[in-house]
């Protein structure tokens, strides 16, 4: 099974998309300057204590007062209180080895014995802004390494339940507490299975600067302000994602290259090849085929290989997808074995939707009626197995009696939304267009003016794939034909992204030619 990571710079960030045997299964939208991401830590202000819901609102800055439950405060809150007020007077100077810790909340305790109106508390990103409700907060913080999460303000140190190994276990205990500082708390990730000492404490010592780093501001902060901050989409995914399955990381912008280089020689110098700097013609996500698989994958219908289809309903509470055999129904011996087919294909492409969206809270899935107990037991299992692999968390209910299977998956940030019904470019939506073939005529017309008037050299024209085989096929095409009226070439472009009746002209930089029609 084959791994690639496809970066595209975009003017305000990057976008990311991750291939499994060159099938889409990730898409990320990173903009440079968005804030309330999961694990950013601020310096946040009580606003609002509630004691009926045993929680509080936090201002961290958003337009929405954030959300913290007594339950997040987390056993440690009274040393984090201690702490964060000695250092912003000065008393201490953010080293937590010498610090004495506070015995634990009482877990059964009320918000009101906790925290006032007013008060000043480090908080913790741990659910971005969804909808209309602001982040949700913990004050149990943590900060994530490549191996392990550095816990403040603890002595626990525990491992991924997903390393099996009891040997393994010991040995990565016995090696952390030999060389974690004094008050902090440390979580084993399962990457970190087989790992030498070296690379754990490379790893520890780098998470520790990043706290101190971030209690150095705490003195002079001021509410809102944020002290640390989770690194940007790209290196985290590759802390969480990397491991020796990865083939190929593909970047099309040269700082990005340098950046996702120079990291991954931080954290696995071995891979450091794999990491390239795509520099063909078309653009990166045309050239993989990406722009097409979003297309076709985010849009209310979604087709399955095999004849059926999903149709996938969103609600402010919950989402719904219904699945349909299609044109299979047509090509099975009977309805059991069609039902199970389009069954087990659905699962793995609802698996596949499911993290490709990032939708969570409550899905309920309509599958086809099985009359066999073991079928619906099957589909079970084989929805639970494409789950595994997927980081957040996820149960799985078994198929009721009605043909119904509930799914309820962690919601840490918004799902991911791309208009994939395109606004006809000729009529703005009104319905009404000017004859389609004169697209060509205007394509002349500005080709003209730019080869003539404005003598351009290298010219690039970006068009949809059907614009461009009107104008490249043929023993004398029109491409052709301009070759021997300017004599000078044109380079053509398909982008599946334009319009039918769309296009765009580009220098040989890539940079776009403005002209009025």
């Not at 550095?150 to 060389?179: A, C, G, N, Y």
Request: contains cysteine.
């Amino acid at each position: 099974m084959s791994n690639e990571l496809i970066i595209s710079a975009t003017q305000n960030g990057c976008r990311i998309a991750l291939l499994r045997d060159k099938t889409l299964v990730e898409f990320h939208d990173d903009q440079e300057g968005s804030k309330f991401t999961v694990g950013d830590i601020y310096l946040g202000t009580v606003k609002k204590v509630v004691q009926g819901l045993n929680a509080a609102f936090i201002d961290v800055g958003y337009d929405k007062d954030a959300f913290l439950h007594y339950l997040d405060l987390g056993p440690q809150f009274s040393s984090l209180q201690k702490f964060t007020q000695l250092v912003r007077s000065k008393k201490i100077f953010g080293k937590l080895e010498k610090f004495t810790l506070e015995p634990d909340i009482d877990k059964h305790g009320k918000i009101g014995q906790q925290l006032s109106k007013g008060q000043v508390i480090p908080v913790q990103i741990v659910k971005e802004p969804i909808s209309t409700k602001g982040p949700r907060l913990s004050c149990e913080l943590s900060l994530a390494g490549r191996y392990l999460v550095l816990v403040p303000f603890s002595k626990t140190v525990s491992v991924s339940k997903k390393i099996t190994s009891s040997e393994e276990r010991k040995r990565l205990l016995r090696l952390i507490q030999s060389i974690k500082p004094e008050n902090f708390g440390v979580i084993v990730r399962t990457v970190a299975e087989g790992a030498e000492v070296a690379e754990l404490d490379k790893d520890l010592r780098t998470l520790v600067k990043n706290w101190e780093d971030g209690i150095v501001r705490l003195p002079e902060a001021k509410p809102n302000d944020k002290l640390i901050g989770e690194m940007n989409k790209t290196s985290s995914l590759l802390r969480d994602l990397l491991n020796d399955s990865f083939d190929n990381i593909h970047v099309d912008d040269k700082k990005m290259y340098d950046e996702a280089r120079a990291y991954i020689r931080s954290i696995s110098p071995e891979q450091e090849k794999i990491v390239k700097f795509y520099q063909g013609r078309a653009k990166i996500f045309e050239h993989y085929g990406i722009e097409k698989q979003i297309k076709s994958a985010f849009g209310q219908t979604v087709s399955l290989k095999g004849g059926g289809y999903l149709i996938i309903e969103h609600t402010e509470a919950l989402h719904v997808i219904d699945v349909n055999s299609g044109n299979k129904s047509n090509r099975e011996e009977n309805q059991e074995t069609t039902a199970v087919s389009v069954n087990m294909e659905a699962a793995r492409e609802i698996a596949r939707q499911l993290r490709l969206r990032d939708m969570g809270g409550i899905i309920v899935v309509d599958f086809i009626d099985m009359k066999n107990p073991d079928n619906r037991k099957l589909i079970h299992k084989v929805m639970k197995d494409e789950m595994a692999s997927d980081k957040a968390k996820s149960t799985v209910l078994p198929l009721s009696k009605f043909g119904l299977m509930q799914i309820t998956r962690e919601r840490v940030r918004p799902q991911v939304n791309i208009a994939t019904l395109e606004v006809c470019p000729a009529c703005n939506g009104t319905g009404k267009i000017t004859a389609s073939i004169l697209v060509s005529d205007q394509i002349e017309k500005m080709l003209e003016h730019l080869m003539t008037k404005q003598n351009e050299g290298g010219l690039v024209l970006a068009v949809h794939p059907y614009l461009h085989a009107y104008f490249t096929q043929g023993l004398i095409s029109k491409r052709i034909k301009w070759f021997l009226r300017y004599k000078r070439w044109i380079h053509l472009e398909k982008d599946t992204s334009l319009g039918v009746t769309e296009f765009n002209f580009l220098t040989k930089e890539g940079e776009e030619i403005q002209l009025n029609p």
